[in-house]
């Protein structure tokens, strides 16, 4: 990587060093931190601390389009839900922030015990390097979801129900999509019949809640499948199913070469959709402590070329949390093999094989 690569443009310390000062202090509080049942981010920050950082990183994301364009090399990471010591160990095996650039896709909360602690770490290397680290808004950003599977019981559990309030500010302002070097789109969920030009998603408002459907919905909720070539209704009950001619179409339409998003669990990290159009990519092992899948994070080098960490296992299984999460999360706990991957399984590994081990850029 050029030297250049590794270094944040934009310098906090320079123009705001109290708060650089502040920024430092906080991140390595929660690189030190052990979260346990009986350890959490409050016993390293208060609420009044939570609140300052929230509202410190509304107006920073607002500065951002809602379709943001940077320009690769950038490492991605999908899914991580709620699960501290797995974002730690992926920085571990990574590297960090500045001196890697990072895009994350969302669905920082829920499923797990540390929502807070994922979210805080994010926001606070976001302040302290902004152009650095890029934030996309999941499906689980939203009061709708988060405060029924695990979100809002975390807030309360560990600071009252008033922060769970205020980190809704700051995730209905969180971009929609991320567009690398003109060529690769970047969303946690799909494709929509609405994104007929990458001008609807810079033209998207925020703050906003998604309500019922649009191309906002399709961006958090959509998924691809190798069932057929079209638009079909989602298993999900929210948005679309799409397959590999929309694809092949929207790529076309988009001027785009690649599409990687997130937001379904994949046995082994990532998965190839037929065509090579499409990665979706989970970043979170051993999900909600109950699905015995790895994780992964994608690379994308300045040529564009596409290379991957993992399959990464968890060391440890999910630990027991006071939190209460619905019996039956149909719309999170998903068969995803039939939907993406090729019904032909030679096809599928050959499409797997695509993608090299990660070396360096």
């Given amino acids: 990587m050029k030297e250049t690569e590794s270094k944040s443009t934009y310098d906090l310390s320079k123009t705001d060093p109290k708060c650089a000062e502040w920024m430092d202090d906080c991140i390595r509080r929660l690189y030190n931190l052990k ?62 922030v500045p001196k890697e650039k990072l895009l994350f896709l969302g669905n920082y909360v829920d499923m797990g015990m540390d929502g807070i602690e994922v979210t805080m770490m994010l926001f606070c290397l976001k302040i302290r390097y902004r152009d650095r680290i890029f934030l996309l808004r999941g499906n689980h950003e939203t009061p709708a979801v988060n405060k029924i599977y695990g979100f809002y019981a975390e807030c309360d559990y560990k600071y009252g129900v008033g922060v769970w309030w205020d980190f809704q500010c700051c995730f209905n302002r969180l971009p929609m999509a991320c567009l690398i070097s003109q060529k690769v789109l970047c969303m946690h969920g799909g494709l929509s019949p609405e994104l007929t030009t990458l001008n609807k998603i810079r033209s998207i408002e925020r703050p906003n809640e998604p309500i019922s459907s649009g191309l906002e ?29 929309i694809v092949e179409q929207a790529c076309k339409r988009l001027k785009i070469t690649l599409i990687i ?36 994070v994608l690379c994308v080098n300045e040529k564009l070329g596409v290379s991957f960490y ?34 032909d399984s030679a096809i599928a590994n050959y499409d797997m094989k695509i993608v090299k081990r990660f070396v360096k850029f």
């Fill in 35 to 96: 979260v346990s049942p009986e350890n959490s981010i409050a016993s390293i920050m208060s609420i009044d601390e939570i609140t300052a950082i929230l509202r410190l990183i509304e107006p920073i994301l607002m500065e951002e389009n809602s379709l943001l364009e940077v320009q690769a090399p950038i490492k991605i990471i999908g899914d991580l839900h709620a699960d501290f010591d797995n974002l730690m160990r992926l920085f571990g095996l990574i590297g960090k």
């Fill in 261 to 296: 998003r997130s937001h379904m669990v994949i046995s082994d990290g990532f998965e190839v959709m037929t065509g090579r159009r499409l990665i979706t990519v989970f970043s979170a092992s051993n999900y909600a402590g109950t699905v015995h899948n790895s994780a992964a």
């Fill in 217 to 245: 919905m399709d961006l958090l909720w959509a998924d691809p499948t190798n069932r057929g070539d079209g638009w079909f209704q989602s298993y999900r009950g929210i948005s679309y199913l799409f397959g590999k001619q």
């Fill in 310 to 343: 993992g399959p990464i296992h968890k060391v440890t299984h999910q630990k027991l949390t006071p939190i209460s999460f619905p019996s039956h999360p149909s719309q999170i706990t998903l068969p995803t093999t039939p939907l993406t991957a090729d019904l």
